[in-house]
């Protein structure tokens, strides 16, 4: 059976372009890790606030590679009813920041009707216990021009575990239907292993399901005007 789970948030995060921090929160970004990352227009030298709008423009998915590559992705599509932000950022001009994200659990989609319903259940998100999964972003520090180390906590079954990645951030002057004053791109993907968030149910780690798996993100948001 194939399983799928992903987040979002906050996230915030870059699997197209490998996940460099595997050794940890503190291990030095790589030279040709952030040189990788880099490309597009920096965001403004300045101190911001960043709202990341719930919306269809906004990309969170997850990729686990089993016997068969497995893809959830979170469904922004459905804007009524919905929290009025995926999360907010604090960005400084001296390079530094925080930010949180969250997407509800039953917000993951798997492509099939019977898996997603399968996929909120006890042996796998557990979505009536643990309704959300976050990103919190505790540490924010630019790199390069358009290169950020991320370090921060990703929560899921109410585990949480700390992540470290770099993402791409840049400066889209506008962007239809999101911003006429500027937006904020961010782009990255970091690993989460299934079995340390509680997920230790007998189909992890097998052919049908990666135990670890990447979540992706493309992330859109609107700085507050200067």
């Known amino acids: 059976m194939r399983q799928l789970i992903c987040i979002s948030l906050m996230t915030l995060a870059l699997a197209l372009c490998g996940c460099d921090e595997k050794a940890g ?11 990788a990352m880099a490309g597009g227009d920096p965001i403004p030298a ?40 995926i999360g907010q950022a604090t960005l400084k001009a001296d390079g530094t920041g925080t930010a949180k994200f969250t997407v509800p659990a039953k917000k993951l989609r798997s492509g099939d009707d019977s898996r997603n319903e399968k996929l909120m259940g006890g ?29 921060g906590t990703w929560t899921m079954r109410g585990i949480g575990k700390e992540v470290s990645f770099l993402a791409n951030v840049r400066w889209l002057p506008k962007m239809k239907y999101v911003s006429d004053h500027g937006v904020v791109r961010i782009k990255g993907a970091f690993d989460i292993n299934l079995k340390q968030h509680g997920m230790d149910n007998g189909s992890v780690g097998t052919p049908a399901v990666a135990e670890v798996w990447t ?3 493309v992330l859109l948001g609107v700085p507050n005007k200067e």
């Open 215 to 217: 979540v992706e993100v």
């Open 46 to 85: 300045r101190d911001m606030q960043i709202f990341f709008p719930w919306m269809g423009k906004q990309n969170v998915m997850c990729v686990g590679d089993a016997f068969e590559r497995q893809v959830a992705f979170a469904d922004f599509s459905d804007v009524e009813g919905n929290p009025d932000a």
């Open 123 to 151: 042996a796998w998100l557990d979505a009536e216990t643990h309704p959300n999964l976050t990103f919190e972003a505790t540490k924010l520090e630019k790199k390069a021009p358009t290169v950020w180390k991320i370090t």
């Open 25 to 35: 929160a503190d291990a030095p970004a790589k030279p040709d890790a952030v040189k």
